[in-house]
Every structure is written in C-alpha cells, then in structure tokens.
C-alpha cells in the first residue's frame, strides 16, 4: 500500500505564501490523540507569473508519533500528505487560494499492544479554500487567515469509512519577525482555531475541535533559493483541553526552481 511504501525521502512542491518576504512553514497535520509526533517535508514553490503575483504549490509531507503508552515521536509511522495549491496575491493586503489534497493516514488500536486497526489505515480527500488579510513593514509582518475546507473519508480500498464527510473551518492568526538585515533569519509564530460538522448517517453540530499553537525559526540561504525550517507545535484537543500534544517539525523549501 502507499502508506507502506513511502518511508524516509519526500518531494515537496509549493508553499503557502506568495510574498517573498514572508518565508511559509509547513506545519504538522493533527494526528489523534497521541503524546508527541514529528513531521517532515521538503520541497519548492513556483511564481506563475512576471509580477509574483500567482504562485503553484504542490507539496508530499510525512508524519510519524509515538504510541499511547510512551513519547517517542519516531515510534511509528502515522500520515502521508500531497497537497497541490494556487494562490493569487490580488491586492495589497489580500490573497486567496485554492487547494486539493490527498491523505494516507495509518490506523491503530487504542489497546495493548496497539497493533494496527481494522481497517488499517484512513483515506482523505480535502478541498479547501483560502482568504488571508497581511500588513507589515520590513522586519514586523502579519497575516490573518480564514480557511474553510470539506473533507471526504474512505478505507484503504475506497470503500465507505465509518465517517463519511467532514465540513471544517479554521481561523489563524501568525506573526513573522526578522532577526536580521538581510531577511535571511525569522522567527514565525501562530495561532489557529478550529471549528467542524461531520457527517455519519446525518451531519452532526458544529463544534469547536481544538487550537494549534506553532514556535518556528526560518533561514534563508544567501543566493536565496532555499528555506529552512525548523519549528515545534502544541496542539489542544477540546474544549477542556483533555489531550495536550507536542509536535517537531523540520522543512526545506526550493524557491523558483524552474526559473530560466
């Protein structure tokens, strides 16, 4: 199956940001309710057009986490992301975007000696949509972003899964610092909120899920073509917060790779 086959090397295309001066992180996805996981992804974005303006990103992504009864992030494997996205900066403070995505998540028993579940693993088709509000000068930026996304769940082969469709939105708010002349190093921080109504045999209510809270260190290389990230998120299931989880993550990003 993919999500046996993908292990240690990722190729990533894309990135969430169109402006230059505001370096993109991709962050972890959430992975149930585990202790700790780690993320990584690599990858390049690709400005459209002459204005850099318009910007493709696609990027594959893969996650581990540790089992509910220690806090090893590496212990096992857990989620396989491709995401494709186009983004338009329109105006000067706005820019939306459009995005597919594709997700291979591996399933485990909740018992000792938590082998693999039946089904094994989850299938996820996401579509979601992007509309961000940015403001800065040249060392302080911020960025305002609503992001609601539909989300379709199948079983490994397919075939219908337990939850049928799922209808999310989230609301984040991030900050990114520079700590020196050239640009080269920032220091990003960001909150999100998110809120859902699922779909069994009926939709559910809208609920508040959980806040995700992100600590991330960026450097960029002098010739400016690659991005280094390194970060760590919190993530808060709940509205009493019963599960608190802890995430590293690592990214390289290639910038313009195609450019002549």
Not at 46 to 59: A, E, F, R
Not at 141 to 152: A, G, H, I, K, V
Not at 194 to 214: G, I, P
Request: glycine share 6%.
């Amino acid at each position: 199956m993919l999500g046996k086959k993908i292990r240690h090397i990722i190729i990533l295309v894309g990135t969430f940001y169109i402006s230059q001066s505001i370096k993109a992180q991709f962050t972890p996805p959430g992975l149930g309710e585990i202790h700790t996981g780690e993320w990584f992804a690599v990858g390049f974005k690709q400005n459209l057009d002459d204005s850099h303006q318009v910007t493709n990103s696609t990027y594959m992504g893969m996650g581990r986490s540790s089992r509910p009864d220690d806090y090893n992030p590496g212990e096992r494997a857990s989620i396989y992301v491709v995401n494709e996205e186009i983004s338009n900066h329109f105006a000067k403070h706005w820019k939306y975007s459009g995005a597919l995505s594709y997700r291979w998540q591996d399933r485990y028993s909740e018992i000792p000696p938590y082998a693999k579940d039946s089904p094994d693993a989850r299938q996820e088709i996401r579509t979601y949509g992007k509309l961000s509000y940015q403001i800065g000068s040249h060392t302080l930026e911020f960025s305002s972003t609503y992001r609601p996304e539909l989300r379709f769940f199948f079983d490994p082969y397919f075939k219908r899964f337990e939850e049928t469709m799922q209808f999310r939105s989230r609301f984040k708010e991030k900050l990114s610092w520079s700590l020196d002349h050239a640009l080269r190093k920032k220091l990003l921080l960001s909150t999100e909120l998110l809120f859902a109504t699922e779909k069994q045999e009926h939709w559910d209510k809208w609920r508040y899920k959980e806040s995700r809270f992100c600590l991330y260190f960026s450097y960029t290389n002098p010739s400016n073509k690659m991005v280094f990230d390194v970060g760590y998120m919190n993530e808060l299931l709940g509205k009493t917060f019963r599960k608190d989880i802890h995430y590293i993550a690592f990214d390289v990003i290639l910038k313009n790779p195609f450019t002549i």
